[in-house]
Nanobody, 124 residues
Framework: QLQLVESGGGLVQPGGSLRLSCVAS????????IVWFRQAPGKEREGVSC????????KFADSVKGRFTISRDNAKNTAYLEMNSLKPEDTAIYYC?????????????????WGQGIQVTVSS
């Protein structure tokens, strides 16, 4: 069964950048769509960005458009979320998730496999 592990989180100052990685194991990632979600204390879970299996289709939440980018390297079994111009409101636990369905969506219930999550804190 597909396993996902996030890394690259931590503390960063406002305006800074951070790159999250999602490494897959036990299966080849090239047949899965990937999504990044985040959840801050007291707030609803938010779909941040997603990418299809080929890397040819992407979606972004309005809150991160122009600042974040999603990518994948199927040869390395890894997906990435590059976050630029970070704001305090970006502070959250970030999760990656995957589905074998040929879709590109920010709807959480479409995804079957989930990572454990990683903390991102944006503060001066």
């Amino acid at each position: 069964q597909l396993q996902l592990v996030e890394s690259g989180g931590g503390l960063v100052q406002p305006g800074g950048s951070l790159r999250l990685s999602c490494v897959a194991s036990d299966d080849s990632l090239d047949k899965y769509a990937i999504v990044w979600f985040r959840q801050a204390p007291g707030k609803e879970r938010e779909g941040v960005s997603c990418i299809n299996y080929k890397g040819s289709s992407r979606k972004f939440a309005d809150s991160v458009k122009g600042r974040f980018t999603i990518s994948r390297d199927n040869a390395k079994n890894t997906a990435y979320l590059e976050m630029n111009s970070l704001k305090p409101e970006d502070t959250a636990i970030y999760y990656c998730a995957a589905t074998a369905w040929p879709i590109t969506t920010l709807q959480a219930d479409e995804y079957t496999y989930w990572g454990q999550g990683i903390q991102v804190t944006v503060s001066s």
